[in-house]
């Protein structure tokens, strides 16, 4: 069965091309603009991987990874999210794993370590 | 009258049978038979007249006349009519009896003397004829008055008994010996429920109920067989299959012997049975609900008997809870739904269960009930309505706490009124169970509770009876007895002497029982005891012993408690310990202790006031505190002010002493608090600080004219290291200048040397500055990410012409264990690494200087990082290595003449590495050559800092078209920077002071200012401030030029509104550097042969990106994609146009960090860059150009949407 990945993005161009590029790589992928939809989803459906935004409206990446990561159920608030960002800059590494990402890609995207990283962490 | 008997009547009807006869054959008598006639007429029992036909009654015998009561006169010759009336009045009999020949039967009647009417009736006519002329004629006859009466009451006894038959309640029935049946009775009909003509001819079997069929034609057989008729019971079953009980008798009618049918009577005994049967019913659930412990298993029995009884198979139990507004059904069963009990809960609703246990009473529906119900909207049907539905609460304690429920969807007559009373008990019965358990429970609970208590407290808890044996105890007492006996205690069984083990010293055991008996006296005892133990520990005890009062007010035990004191008593004894130290400490005071009441009369002095004031202690006690300090009302004022704010520190006053010498001191006054926290005095302490003032005066003196002095030095060397600056930038700056001209062989290689020259001396200058920073403690280490490898690359660079030049062998190593990105800074890590190296090369002849990095620990992410630089040079003397990190040495200075430097190299050295949190050495073999090492901590890092866009390299060939304002005093550095502003295409305007940099800011536009920080008149920072205040957002980014080097200068500068710092002396590198940085937007003409900097002809799409994107997506959506695009840029771009006149920045920023990363990620660089350059802007707070560029970044947008179709399909 496809695994499934949530792409948290409030820009719909990268949300549209990332979910075609997944999907071509055989994922299912579903879509959030922001962190509440995210924690929303979340909590209605499994999900494998989540490709979360930094700088999204209502909550913010940083704070969605938190919340995330502080869900009472087990499964899902282990659940791998990979961050994206514009800012990688103004973060450090350690600002990413406090906040409980797994790992980081900054923007502008390079689709083949976005589909690199994926598969690291879903075959 | 005398009735005739049958055996006369028997004769006469022979005899007139045989007149008959005669009659038949002679009709007539004659006159001579006449007299014969009369004659045998005259005294028989019957009536005999004989009339003429005229009517006239010429004869008539003894029985008329006795019958009628008439006389012989009265009767004869009288008309017969006149004395024998006709029954209708109407009298043609006479003719009838005359001409007619045939048997006549008359009937007539005559009213007796009491006048009662008497009928009579004749039936025997004879005519009598003369010469075949009738003339009259005998009737004869009787008095059937009485046989009438008798008929008729015969015949109403008999309608009466044909009325008691059918309407009689009991049930009456006729059948055949064979079963078959003949007569029911109308009641038995209506009881049967059978139609009239159904039951005719049924067999007796068929309505008898199955069980009862053998046992009730065994005793009709009995019956035949002659046995006496006995009462006997037995069961009938109704069309409808219900059971009718019945009592009665049968028996056999004979004929000839032989019995033909049965008779039966039998009444109803159906409800005595049913009675009887509930009454059985009712002491069975008794039964079970006194013998229940279970509620489910005792539902489970009552629906069985229930089931057994009035065939219930729907039997529901719900129990309410209020709070949560839920049923919860313990017993559920609905046919319906199957036939085993099923438990469940729900929400209260509007169901049929939910209206029976609202409406508080014992309920009976019909299905027309409920449907009306259901209309009423009182209930929500789900489904079908029942037949028949009995709801009764379950009632505890007038509270309704559950509701039982039976219905019926096939028969609506399948339950009655006492089924609800059944019902009734049943709930009552099983709310008694309820409240038994609930009652059990709580008992449970509370010997729990209460156990817990017993059991969980730290007190030891018994009890013993008169004879002192131990009648209970807990396990803290069980516990406490084994530590001193090594045996445990048990409750007195009553047998021999009570086992008495005490808990106190045998010493006291007489008085404990003295104590024991008061108790028992009823006088309850608290005590304490001391308990020695076998470790020398002493355990104090707080002992009650309380009696225990039996209902009759006698006392049988006592019960005793008791709980280990010992810390208490531990602790009064250290709290009296410290009570006695605090008194020492009072006394031994030096400084003064006092306490006040809330007015401020003093309670309390210390020794050491006395002895200081002077004063005896009657004299300070008693007297307001005010007195004793030299200004009273400073004192009133400290009081308000400790009143308030609880606490009062380091007051200063003055104390005035008894012989009037007034003493400094410093006061601390507290509220003190009684345990209630309510404030109940002051306390204070006063020390003499006359010699510590004076002491702190000095000292303060002597650290003023310190701290001066320092500043005179910081200042001195910040006003040195500008000083030296400006003459180095004219210096340097005209040599850059010089080497631009067209010069020979000779001139450029004086230029080079004057250059070098410089250049050391701006190395000396700013180690110099460097140790003086550190000295300060005011370096700063600024780490960023950065690649270890590429620094050291760098460092190889810069030394590798050297080597080169001196034949040295010059490689580096990094151990792979090194991360390739570390947190450090870079500036400092490459000078100690350069001043190592350089040491290095400039001691080495011949051989190698290898460079080597490795880790030596890591924790966590924190990497001690080692460099280590050998060389193969000459080495260094032992006896000299504890100084070569000292200021200002060299190891021979014999040498100094030949290895220049100015010896501070290594003493930075190790002042950076210990910034670092690293260490500096060396391991050297004295002419062989050295190996010098640091280590310094990094973290590891994921990337290097991007320098890509933001540290351009100056590129020479890059044009600016913009227009500067330069503003410095120093001609020379003004003439140098002009000269390299005007080389890469700036229009430049010059201002030497302040006030003249104002006026051209505010007469031209510009779009950069470089401005001097110290110059005459006005300085670089105010006329900046002026400024912005003058143009506000369209204040140009100003760039502070200034040879202040130290941090904290440089952001004041910041602070002050400037954009950004150069610091002198200014090379053509930096200054453009910066320039660019800030006018990237105003290249004019791009350099060619640019090496770093991107590409500034950008593509409108990278085809690189695009590239890479079909390999992971189809065509078709990566068009799509880009459309996508150009509807987020086109939207973007609108919401920006909108915000810009509102001032609303941050939302503009926000926007173009989205269309950044879109942009970047499709590879639509002109957009991209163009979006990156507003929003860094932005960042850095630079306005003016915003609306400018929004419309630049419209432009490229434009070109975006234009092209990106073709582009992509021609792709």
Aim: glycine content about 4%.
């Amino acid at each position: 069965m496809s695994k499934k990945i949530l792409i948290a993005e409030d820009s719909s161009v990268i949300q549209n091309l990332s979910k075609k590029i997944l999907e071509n790589q055989n994922y299912l992928i579903l879509s959030a603009k922001n962190g509440k939809e995210v924690i929303a989803l979340l909590n209605k459906e499994p999900i494998d991987l989540i490709l979360m935004d930094i700088n999204m409206p209502q909550m913010d990446g940083m704070t969605c990874a938190r919340e995330i990561r502080k869900l009472a159920d087990p499964v899902i608030s282990k659940v791998p999210i990979i961050a994206i960002t514009g800012n990688a800059r103004n973060y450090s590494e350690s600002d990413f794993s406090d906040a409980g990402f797994n790992d980081f890609l900054p923007k502008p995207l390079d689709f083949d370590k976005l589909v690199e990283l994926v598969k690291t962490y879903i075959a | 009258m005398e009735k005739p008997n049958n055996k006369e009547l028997e004769q006469l009807r022979k005899k007139i049978a045989e007149l008959e006869n005669n009659l038949l054959h002679s009709e007539f008598i004659h006159r001579s038979a006449e007299e014969k006639l009369q004659n045998a007429l005259k005294n028989i029992s019957l009536l005999a007249i004989t009339i003429d036909k005229e009517g006239f009654i010429t004869f008539c015998n003894n029985a008329f006349l006795k019958t009628t009561n008439l006389t012989k006169t009265q009767v004869l010759n009288h008309k017969w009519s006149e004395i024998l009336l006709s029954k209708d009045g109407e009298d043609d009999d006479l003719l009838q009896i005359l001409n007619t020949n045939k048997p006549l039967k008359i009937n007539r009647k005559f009213i007796n003397k009491e006048g009662q009417e008497r009928n009579v009736n004749f039936n025997i006519l004879i005519r009598n004829k003369d010469e075949d002329k009738i003339y009259g004629s005998t009737l004869i006859g009787e008095d059937i008055t009485e046989r009438q009466e008798m008929i008729s009451a015969l015949r109403e006894s008999n309608d009466q008994l044909q009325d008691l038959f059918e309407n009689a309640n009991d049930y009456i029935i006729v059948f055949k010996t064979d079963g078959e049946i003949v007569f029911v009775n109308k009641a038995w009909n209506e009881a049967l429920q059978y139609d009239h003509s159904n039951l005719h001819h049924q067999n007796l079997r068929n309505i008898l109920h199955p069980d009862h069929v053998q046992s009730t034609f065994e005793h009709l057989n009995n019956i035949l067989k002659g046995k006496p008729d006995d009462k006997f019971e037995t069961v009938f079953r109704t069309s409808t299959g219900k059971s009718i009980y019945v009592i009665g008798s049968v028996n056999a009618r004979r004929e000839r012997g032989k019995p033909i049918v049965f008779r039966g009577i039998f009444h109803d005994n159906t409800e005595h049975r049913q009675a009887e049967q509930a009454q059985n019913l009712y002491y069975k659930i008794s039964t079970l609900a006194i013998n229940s412990n279970n509620l489910e298993t005792l539902l489970a029995n009552i629906h069985q008997e229930l089931r057994n009884m009035i065939a219930v198979n729907n039997f529901q139990v719900g129990l309410y809870d209020k709070e949560e507004n839920s049923l919860y059904f313990p017993y559920y069963v609905d046919e319906s739904v199957g036939p085993d009990p099923v438990k469940h809960k729900r929400k209260i609703g509007k169901w049929l269960t939910e209206f029976s246990l609202f409406s508080d009473k014992p309920t009976l529906l019909y299905e027309e009930d409920i449907l009306l119900l259901d209309k009423e909207g009182t209930i929500e049907i789900k489904g079908v309505a029942p037949k028949i539905w009995l709801g009764v609460p379950l009632k505890l304690e007038n509270r309704t706490i559950g509701v039982i429920c039976v219905k019926s969807h096939s028969d609506r007559n399948k339950y009655q009124k006492q089924h609800l009373e059944l019902l009734d008990f049943i709930s009552g019965q099983i709310a008694l169970v309820i409240e038994r358990k609930r009652n059990e429970e709580k008992i449970v609970e509370q010997t729990a509770r209460l156990n817990s208590i017993f059991e969980s407290s730290s007190h030891l808890i018994w009890s013993i009876n008169r004879q002192r044996g131990l009648t209970s105890f807990n396990k803290n007492y069980a516990r406490a007895i084994f530590h001193k006996y090594g045996t445990y205690p048990e409750i007195d069984k009553g047998i021999g002497p009570p086992q008495i083990h005490i808990l106190t010293n045998e010493s006291f055991k007489e008085s404990l029982d003295e104590k024991y008996q008061l108790a028992f006296n009823g006088i309850p005892q608290h005590f304490e005891t001391i308990e020695s133990t076998k470790d020398q520990k002493e355990i104090w005890r707080e002992v009650y012993l309380n009696p225990i009062f039996l209902p009759d007010g006698r006392i049988e035990e006592v019960s005793g408690i008791s709980h280990d004191i010992t810390e208490k008593k531990q602790s009064e004894l250290v709290i009296h310990e410290s009570e006695e130290k605090f008194r020492n400490i009072f006394e031994s005071f030096q400084d003064i202790y006092y306490r006040t009441n809330l007015h401020g009369i003093i309670t309390m002095i210390s020794p050491s006031g006395c002895e200081q004031s002077g004063y005896s202690e009657e004299e300070i006690i008693g007297k307001h505190i005010s007195k004793f300090y030299e200004f009273p009302k400073k004192v009133s004022a400290m009081i308000r002010e400790l009143l308030k704010t609880h606490k009062v520190k380091n007051f200063e006053a003055n104390l005035v002493l008894r012989d009037g010498t007034v003493i400094q001191c410093i006061s601390n006054m507290r509220l003190i608090y009684n345990t209630r926290g309510k404030v109940i005095a002051v306390d204070g302490v006063a020390r003499d600080i006359t010699y510590l003032k004076k002491a702190s005066e000095e000292l303060f003196n002597a650290k003023e004219i310190a701290e001066k002095s320092l500043k005179v030095k910081e200042s001195f060397l910040a006003n040195m290291s500008h000083e030296i600056r400006t003459p180095m930038n004219g210096i340097i700056g005209m040599i850059d200048l010089l080497n631009d001209t067209p010069l020979n062989q000779h001139q450029k290689i004086y230029v080079q040397t004057v250059k070098r020259s410089s250049e050391t001396l701006m190395n000396i200058l700013n180690d110099i500055l460097d140790l003086s920073k550190i000295e300060a403690g005011k370096m700063h280490l600024k780490l960023t990410s950065l690649d270890l490898e590429s620094v050291i690359e760098k460092l190889h660079a810069l030394f590798y012409q050297q080597a080169f030049s001196k034949q040295i062998d010059f490689t580096y190593i990094i151990d792979p264990t090194v991360p390739k990105y570390i947190l450090a800074d870079e500036t400092r890590l490459l000078q100690v690494m350069a001043n190592l190296t350089s040491n290095a090369i400039k001691f080495t002849e011949q051989g190698h200087v290898i460079i080597k990095a490795s880790v030596v620990s890591s924790k966590k992410k924190t990497k001690l990082i080692k460099i280590a630089i050998s060389d193969t040079g000459i080495g260094i003397p032992k006896d000299k290595l504890s100084m070569l990190f000292e200021y200002f040495s060299q190891v021979d200075t014999t040498i100094t003449k030949t290895y220049s430097g100015t010896g501070l190299g290594l003493a930075i050295s190790k002042e950076l590495t210990k910034l670092m949190n690293g260490q500096i050495g060396v391991e050297t073999n004295f002419g062989k050559g050295s190996t010098f090492w640091f280590t310094f901590e990094a973290s590891e890092s994921k990337q290097a800092t991007d320098a890509n866009v933001q540290k351009p390299v100056w590129d020479e060939n890059i044009q600016f078209d913009a227009k500067v304002l330069l503003v410095d005093d120093n001609q020379v550095n003004l003439f140098v920077a002009e000269r390299i502003l005007k080389k890469s295409g700036c229009t430049v305007i010059t201002a030497t002071n302040g006030e003249e940099a104002i006026k051209q800011a505010l007469e031209k536009n510009f779009d950069l200012i470089l401005m001097d920080i110290q110059m005459p008149k006005m300085d670089g920072i105010t006329a900046t401030k002026t400024i912005k205040e003058a143009l506000k957002k369209k204040t140009p980014p100003i760039i502070a030029m200034t040879a202040y080097a130290m941090k904290e200068d440089q952001e004041k500068f910041l602070n002050s509104g400037m954009n950004d710092y150069i610091s002198k002396p200014i090379s053509a590198d930096n200054l453009m550097m910066k320039v660019q940085e800030w006018l990237g937007a105003k290249i004019n003409k791009p350099g060619k042969k640019s090496k770093v900097l991107q590409t500034p002809d950008l593509e409108i799409i990278n085809k690189d990106v695009v590239y890479n994107l079909l390999k992971l997506a189809d065509k078709e959506s990566i068009i799509q994609i880009y459309g996508d695009f150009e509807t987020e840029l086109k939207e973007s771009l609108k919401d920006c146009a909108a915000f810009y006149p509102k001032g609303q920045l941050e939302d503009i920023q926000k926007i173009l960090h989205t269309l950044k990363g879109s942009a970047g990620t499709l590879g639509v660089s002109k957009v991209e860059n163009k979006v990156r350059e507003i929003e860094h802007n932005l960042k850095q707070n630079i306005y003016f150009e915003v609306e400018t560029e929004l419309k630049a970044l419209g432009v490229c947008a434009e070109e975006f949407y234009k092209s990106y179709k073709d582009f992509l399909t021609k792709l």
